[in-house]
Structures are given as structure tokens and as C-alpha cells.
């Protein structure tokens, strides 16, 4: 099996910082890319961010200037710098990874449980 296991969320004001770390676990032979989604009250599931194996990134509109993501790969890790944040960035945050197991011998595409991002006016 291969988890992704969040942590970082919070209750933030705005203009404050929060920074989410996503680290994947398990039978894991290589990662390619890897990205934050996140889904408000009322709406659609987005893509927030998202960067490949060799770090080239992709943003939103709505984030780009505010967030920033990076990955370890040693770690399996990918984190969210999140800055300057507005009570519109408030929802759950999933991470997603594209994961080729070598358990299974085949790439999974892999979520996180999602952890909840309140920014306060």
C-alpha cells in the first residue's frame, strides 16, 4: 500500500503563513508528479500547485505570488509555502501523488486524507 499522510492545516488570519507537508509512504519505487488540490464549501475540487520529478512547477491563478511548492525527494515529501493568505484560500487541502509501486508493480495515483485550512477576516 501507499499512503499520503497531510499535516500543517490550521486556523490562520489573514495575511498570516501556513506551510503543508505531504509525505508518502509504503511500497514505493518512484514518484513523478505530485500536487495540492483543494476543495472550499460549495465548490468543485481545484488544483492548487503542482510539481514533477524534476521540479517544474505549476500554479493557479488564484496562488501564484502567494504559494509556493517544493518537494524532497529523499523524503517522498512535497510541501505548500503558503503566504499572504485570504479568507478564500480557506478549504480542505488534499496532496496527490502519481506513484509507481513496486508492490503492485504499477503506478497508483495516490490522495492524501486532506487537512482543513481556515483563514479568518
Known amino acids: 500500500q501507499v499512503q499520503l499522510v497531510e499535516s500543517g492545516g490550521g486556523l490562520v488570519q489573514a495575511g498570516g503563513s501556513l506551510r503543508l507537508s505531504c509525505a508518502a509512504s509504503?511500497?514505493?519505487?518512484?514518484?513523478?508528479?505530485m500536487g495540492w488540490y483543494r476543495q472550499a464549501p460549495g465548490k468543485q475540487r481545484e488544483l492548487v500547485a503542482a510539481?514533477?520529478?524534476?521540479?517544474?512547477?505549476n500554479y493557479a491563478d488564484s496562488v501564484k505570488g502567494r504559494f509556493t511548492i517544493s518537494r524532497d525527494n529523499a523524503k517522498n515529501t512535497v510541501y505548500l509555502q503558503m503566504n499572504s493568505l485570504k479568507p478564500e484560500d480557506t478549504a480542505v487541502y488534499y496532496c496527490?501523488?502519481?506513484?509507481?509501486?513496486?508492490?503492485?508493480?504499477?503506478?497508483?495515483?495516490?490522495w492524501g486524507q486532506g487537512t482543513l485550512v481556515t483563514v479568518s477576516s
Open positions: 496527490n501523488a502519481d506513484v509507481y509501486s513496486d508492490f503492485y508493480n504499477e503506478y497508483l495515483e495516490v
Open positions: 509504503g511500497s514505493i519505487f518512484s514518484i513523478n508528479a
Open positions: 510539481i514533477t520529478s524534476g521540479g517544474s512547477t
